[in-house]
């Protein structure tokens, strides 16, 4: 991965949850769905601390628990301290 990349992966929590998606499914598309990147923000809110709590309604299989259960932890370690998550290198968060 070049610097480019890898500094946009670090900073933008949707480009990180497609690089995980691609990644960990064989280089399958995420998508560019409008709600992924309204999801990806508020999440990204929650990784900053800048949301406590978050409700999330949507349809099953719409990344739901793979944005807010797997890439979440990835990107904010803290949250789980018992936890430790081998991608959390990849991305420092915004903060």
């Keep these: 991965m070049d610097n480019d990349t890898k500094k946009l992966v670090q900073t933008e929590f949707l480009v990180f949850a497609m690089k995980a998606f691609a990644y960990l499914n064989k280089g399958s598309d995420?998508?560019?769905?409008?709600?992924?990147?309204?999801?990806?923000?508020?999440?990204?809110?929650?990784?900053?601390g800048k949301t406590k709590r978050l409700v999330v309604s949507l349809p099953p299989r719409h990344f739901k628990t793979f944005?807010?259960?797997?890439?979440?932890?990835?990107?904010?370690?803290?949250?789980?301290?018992?936890?430790?998550?081998?991608?959390?290198?990849?991305?420092?968060?915004?903060?």
Aim: aromatic share 4%; charged share 25%; with cysteine.
């Design 30 to 48: 995420l998508g560019q769905d409008k709600y992924l990147k309204l999801l990806a923000e508020r999440l990204a809110r929650v990784a900053a």
């Design 67 to 95: 944005m807010g259960s797997i890439c979440l932890p990835a990107v904010d370690p803290g949250a789980q301290p018992l936890r430790q998550n081998r991608h959390s290198d990849l991305w420092p968060g915004p903060r």
